[in-house]
């Protein structure tokens, strides 16, 4: 089978089950190649702010998107970043938490569409429900 996607998210344990099921069993893959890192792919933007962690980061997307040959990018951003809120949320106006890292995927998004021409870059929100669910919504 080959690789469908490169799929980067936050290392978070609280939603690495949420982040599993929803691969699988939502967008329905059946091989990805994975990237978990703190604060998923919230640092594809912010270059100007961690160039070593960007740069980094990046050269691991692209080896990937290089030697699997995958045509598609997935980032997953989730509720409660916690390294988005330690480390980035400062450098957005938006008045959510949540609203500022849906600013930053899109972002991050425009930034890997112009880096990796041809793929196509899919972002979502995994929003944890006050029953204890996971909602994932996909950003526009
Ligand atoms: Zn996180």
């Known amino acids: 089978v080959d690789t469908e996607a490169v799929v980067v998210h936050c290392s978070d344990h609280r939603f690495q089950a949420a982040f599993r099921d929803y691969l699988v069993e939502g967008l329905a893959l059946r091989a990805y190649a994975l990237m978990a890192v703190p604060g998923g792919g919230h640092f594809v933007s912010m270059g100007q702010f961690m160039p070593k962690f960007t740069k980094s980061n990046l ?11 995958a045509p598609r990018l997935i980032l997953i951003g989730h509720d409660d970043c916690l390294f988005f809120r330690d480390q980035f949320q400062f450098y957005f106006t938006e008045a ?7 600013t930053n995927l899109r972002a991050a998004r425009k930034q890997l569409l112009e880096r990796f021409s041809g793929a196509r870059v899919d972002i979502y929100f995994a929003d944890a429900e006050a029953d204890g669910s ?5 950003i526009d």
């Open 59 to 69: 050269q691991s997307i692209s080896f990937l998107m290089k030697r699997t040959g």
């Open 96 to 102: 959510t938490l949540s609203q500022r890292q849906f």
């Open 134 to 138: 996971v909602q994932f919504i996909r």
